[in-house]
């Protein structure tokens, strides 16, 4: 069982002292029992998708459960012994603390404190005024977001192009086209003037071959009439 909290939150500070004697109970029931401060580890409670206070979870075998029924010691130590844990929903996939997508979430968790801390130290410890310090981080956001914007804008650009960058494109793709015509007919072209070659070699050959038997036939005669005399 984790308990998330954080030091100014007044229902935090109530549950604390069902939650401490809830704690004494861990070793005879066989659990572990936490608690975090939102304040010290804000990526935890970003995993977490932690939106108010004070958020318990139930964990088992990688298995996330948010427990919201009534918050007294005996209610805990009922919802362990008697396993209603097993009669809620858990978390979905794509909101599990172990996963990827809540990983980039506990970034940002992170980032929005930084930004906090800072905004306090500005404030309090260096002297600006809340306008002046609301003002630097509104004008750091607009210079991030347009930069992010234009390398965005420049991406799909060159995945999907428009105007005169898809009439070249287009163009190429003709011209690669139109070679590989001229391709194709040019071996075309010689496939049939090797047909053509080997045909008339054949006629030729065969012509010849013709010659030679008309010719053959001569000496037999001559032989015939030297018989005769």
Known sequence: ??????????????????WNSFADWSKDLNINVAEVDVTINPGLSGRFLVTALPTIYHVKEGVFRQY??????????????????SLIDPVPSYKRPDSPQ???VAVFFKLSMA???????LVENVGIPSWASYSMFAGVTLAL??????????????CFPTGSAAA????????????????DNKEKES??????????????????????????PAPAKKNESKKSK
């Not at 069982?1 to 069902?18: G, I, N, R, S, T």
């Not at 919201?68 to 844990?85: L, M, S």
């Open 191 to 216: 496939k049939k003037e090797k047909e053509s070659t080997s045909q008339d070699e054949n006629s030729s050959d065969e012509s010849q071959k013709s010659n030679k038997a008309e010719k053959s």
């Open 145 to 158: 977001g347009c930069v992010l914007g234009f390398f965005i804008v420049c991406i799909i650009d060159y």
């Open 68 to 85: 919201t029924g009534p918050r007294d010691k005996n209610d805990f130590i009922t919802f362990i012994e008697e396993k209603k844990w």
């Open 102 to 104: 809540m990983a980039v």
């Open 168 to 183: 070249r494109k287009l163009e190429a793709k003709k011209k690669e086209a139109q070679q590989k015509k001229g391709k």
């Open 115 to 121: 930004v906090r801390d800072l905004h306090n130290h």
């Open 1 to 18: 069982m984790v308990e998330f909290h954080a030091p100014w939150c007044p229902a935090c500070k109530d549950l604390q002292k069902a």
